[in-house]
DNA sequence: AGTACTGGTAGACAGTGTCTATGAATGAAA
DNA sequence: TTTCATTCATAGACACTGTCTACCAGTACT
């Protein structure tokens, strides 16, 4: 019952063919039929594993919150970075996903998923979110921890969200955003050299 | 062809339909078979006015961003409010809106339509940006206006997201948006006495 | 009076998610 | 070995969606 990427089952193959296919056509096409045809079954076989569609979607994006997880952790490896060094990676990892993975992205954070609470937000994106509250603690020993990180994290989803379909760039007329994470993690967090 | 509420044709009944439909009954049930039903017309009526879904959507989108601009000027008023003050009243309509109106801030800002284009972000967002800019010049004049506002909007935006779909308040414990909103102000702005 | 045109109707079409009945294959029990 | 039960996928129906097209009742104009 596990979702190994050895386990053969069709519940993991519709899964794979879910995560290939919102990374590659993007989030619209990710329909239960369209995900069943690609695993060479048919449009009603997904329901002995995921009674709902959304349960689908929800298994999807939970892949996403890993690879990002992943991605994070690697990133930033175990090395003697400064918390603040470290935060910018974790945002510059961040801002990359939603870029290079915008389908995913916007399946992770669509309304009807997230509502539904069958994503359990506990134990995929909760994790990431301790380890920037441990260092966002570090690099302000005097701040509320989880306060600040919330409100960075928020900063940081609102950049990908709005940089994501051109928002800032028409309203800020920047081309790119890295001066926009960068005016987020100084507001937040201090400038780099403190 | 204007949008006025004087206006007694279908194509401004059924823009109204849409205000209301998604005000009380949320976004999901917001389908044109469904608009058309409540204005008391065919589903292929809208056709005549709105060539696509997407169209019908992007006019009642645009209502939105006309009600969230019309309730920040009416808050800022004219007064002689400092510029920091002004800006936490800004930050409160804009959060109070997506709260309490979390079915129109959905729509305004759903991927599809922001990246179909038919949305016209040039005439709805833009202004209020405008002033956001304006006032983030002159609460801090020796920093780059149109950065820090897209950085402040970004997290404004960011947390009526995250907290509109409770991962603020899984994340950080909180129960209260608040001090998550003033956490941003000062990050951004600087504390409130300066 | 006749003729365009405006603005709405009604039905078809392909596609969607869900539900149900059916059937093939597998493995356990007799 | 034969029966039986369970697992797992199929196929079709259903209600619903957005779009397209044919039609048609008025209205206004020549």
Redo the contacts between chains.
């Keep these: 019952m596990n979702e190994n990427e050895a386990d053969t089952g069709l519940r993991a193959r519709l899964i794979e063919v879910g995560v290939d296919l919102v990374s590659t056509a993007g989030?619209?096409v990710l329909t239960l039929r369209e995900i069943a045809r690609r695993a060479g079954v048919s449009h009603g076989a997904p329901r002995r594993y995921f009674p709902t569609h959304l349960e689908l979607l929800s298994a999807i994006a939970r892949r996403g919150f890993a690879d990002l997880g992943a991605r994070a952790t690697e990133a930033l490896g175990d090395g003697g970075a400064s918390p603040r060094a470290r935060l910018t990676t974790l945002g510059r990892v961040y801002l990359d996903f939603a870029f290079t993975q915008p389908g995913m992205y916007?399946l992770m954070?669509r309304?009807?998923l997230?509502?539904s609470g069958k994503l359990g937000?506990?134990e995929t994106?909760?994790p990431l979110?301790g380890v920037l509250v441990d260092l966002v603690g570090r690099a302000r020993p005097e701040a509320?921890a989880?306060?600040?990180?919330?409100?960075l994290?928020?900063?940081?989803?609102?950049?990908a969200?709005?940089?994501g379909?051109?928002?800032?760039q028409?309203?800020?007329?920047?081309t790119d955003f890295v001066?926009?994470l960068d005016?987020?993690l100084d507001?937040?967090l201090g400038p780099e050299e403190r």
């Design positions: 989030a619209q916007e954070f309304h009807d997230l509502e937000l506990r994106s909760l979110f509320d989880a306060l600040v990180a919330g409100a994290w928020a900063n940081l989803h609102g950049i969200q709005l940089w379909w051109g928002s800032l028409l309203a800020t007329g920047a001066p926009l005016a987020a507001a937040h």
